[in-house]
């Protein structure tokens, strides 16, 4: 589109960076936050992670129709829409005085959040040329790639320095600026009505929430014993299958069914959801073992994960513009490897370890996700028609957000049990070696109240650290069985890569 160049599509781009930073940043910059928001508002552990699963749920349940938002209310009516919307939720995030209206305002948060990343990602592609559209990808990517991973350095200080609650009012400057830039330079288009799959959108949306439910809650109340996680797994099997038949029958359903017929977006999709599995349980584990088994302040913790932003913003340069010179499925194949790597050195933590050993899997972390992430958004949507991106771009992000929701309360509950099992076995085996012991210090008897409380504890401590480097040997195993899926991936055919530039049609 002619329209797009010099100066409009720069600043249209920013614009667009701006608010998918903030979407993404949203994602981890309370992880390092929430031991002090759980004691600013006296929340359970079980409890506090709420504030949490509320964002990603909600985004969940409403990506789903972001392509029939686009197209029924214009692409610029609900871009602006939705970044004053996240602006104004996380100044009620900030001035939330209890742990029912913060989950209450991240639901709403992540509710205006849903649409905003892939109504942006489709603009992106649609209003570069095949030639850019590498480049234009590793930009945009930079802001939905490397927010979460620098996310824990500002959480981290932000925390320590001022309050929790600036982890939500920082959205503020970004999220003005960005209005600004869309109403100025982003042109209205005219709507677009379509036909509402409301049976396909509700039979979804408590499918998800459901599941997510049942995994969120499953350890404490100790899975199928309870009634409630049978009631919600029950309610979450006939939802999605409602869904799944609807889907295969309806005139109208909520994805249109061409997107299935695309091979090359169900691989992607399929890829989407173990990057996300990895990515997101790795972000969301490493504070967690870095703070509460390591104890490092969240500050170092969030230094320490700093190296992987620097190494992705870094080598997103580089990748943006040998994307389309390098076969992108040689591309996708050595980013798994280094997750291999990764989580491989990961596997191999221990408590006397140092920093340096975090920060080496955190390097090659961010080699990984700056050589995937670009060729695997590209190969996605290269062959998809025009009017079918806003759709597609919706179904990627839905995808990527359930696999990075789920793989945590998984590997949560994981965690949880593997701990337990962990626990008991140390028990028992340390237990009868201090029984043949003749003396021990007072401080390790378990004759002793103190000796007992602190030998307890320093088993727990080492469960805990055996369960996750259990883990991160899983998310080995995942990276490395999905290397072989690249196969299944077919090049683009010579004219898709030799079109021009797509106009922006929010249909489909």
């Known amino acids: 589109m002619s329209a797009y160049t010099g100066g409009n599509r720069t600043l249209i781009t920013f614009g667009l960076i701006l608010s998918a930073f903030m979407n993404a940043i949203d994602a981890t910059i309370a992880n390092i936050a929430l031991p002090h928001i759980q004691g600013n508002i006296s929340a359970s552990p079980e409890q506090i992670t709420w504030v949490l699963t509320s964002y990603f ?8 129709i972001s392509g029939w938002l686009a197209a029924q209310f214009g692409l610029k009516r609900m ?19 209890s742990l029912p209206e913060l989950v209450i305002f991240r639901a709403l948060q992540g509710m205006v959040a849903a649409p905003m990343m892939p109504i942006a990602q489709a603009v992106i592609i649609n209003i570069n040329p095949p030639e850019r559209l590498g480049r234009a990808t590793a930009i945009f990517t930079m802001a939905a790639v490397v927010a979460p991973a620098i996310g824990p350095v500002v959480g981290g200080w932000l925390t320590e320095e001022w309050s929790w609650r600036w982890c939500f009012y920082i959205n503020v400057p970004a999220g003005a600026l960005s209005m600004v830039l869309i109403y100025m330079f982003l042109p209205a288009e005219p709507p677009k009505p379509r036909r509402f799959d409301f049976l396909g959108f509700v039979s979804l949306g408590i499918g998800i929430s459901a599941l997510q439910l049942m995994l969120d809650r499953g350890t404490t109340l100790d899975w199928f014993s309870s009634t409630e996680i049978a009631v919600e797994a029950v309610i979450a099997g006939i939802a999605l299958w409602i869904y799944i038949t609807h889907t295969l029958t309806a005139r109208h359903p909520l994805f249109p069914t061409a997107l299935v017929r695309d091979r090359n977006f169900l691989t992607s999709c ?17 504070p967690l073992l870095m703070q509460g088994v390591l104890g490092y302040s969240a500050i170092h913790a969030g230094m320490l994960s700093m190296p992987r932003g620097v190494v992705m913003f870094i080598l997103l340069q580089f990748m943006g513009r040998i ?9 996708i194949a050595i980013g798994l490897a280094f997750f291999v790597v990764t989580f491989w050195q990961m596997s191999r933590f221990d408590l006397s370890m140092d920093g340096r050993a975090i920060v080496w899997a955190t390097v090659f972390q961010g080699i990984g996700q700056g050589i995937l992430f670009v060729p695997l958004s590209a190969l996605g949507f290269l062959t998809i028609s025009a009017d079918l991106r806003p759709d597609a771009a919706a179904a990627t992000s839905f995808i990527r957000n359930i696999g990075g929701s789920i793989s945590v309360a998984v590997m ?3 965690t949880v049990a593997n701990q337990q099992t962990m626990h008991a076995s140390l028990t028992v085996r340390y237990g009868r ?17 103190a000796g007992a409380v602190a030998l307890n504890d320093e088993l727990t401590r080492q469960a805990l650290m055996i369960a996750y480097i259990d883990n991160f040997r899983l998310l080995a195993l995942i990276a490395l069985l999905c290397i072989p899926l690249v196969l299944l991936i077919r090049p683009p055919r010579k004219q898709a890569q030799d079109a021009g530039p797509i106009p ?3 249909h489909g």
């Open 79 to 97: 871009m602006l829409v939705c970044v004053f919307g996240f602006t104004l939720a996380s100044i009620l995030c900030g001035l939330a005085t």
């Open 323 to 331: 994307d389309s010179l390098v076969d992108r499925r040689l591309l």
């Open 504 to 506: 922006i049609e929010m």
């Open 57 to 64: 749920v909600a985004q969940a349940v409403t990506i789903p």
């Open 412 to 414: 949560q509950a994981l």
């Open 433 to 449: 070696e201090l029984a043949e012991a003749q003396s021990l210090p007072s401080y390790l008897s378990p004759d002793t109240t």
């Open 270 to 286: 399929l890829f989407g959801f173990f990057f996300s599995t990895m990515t997101f349980t790795s972000f969301a584990l490493m």
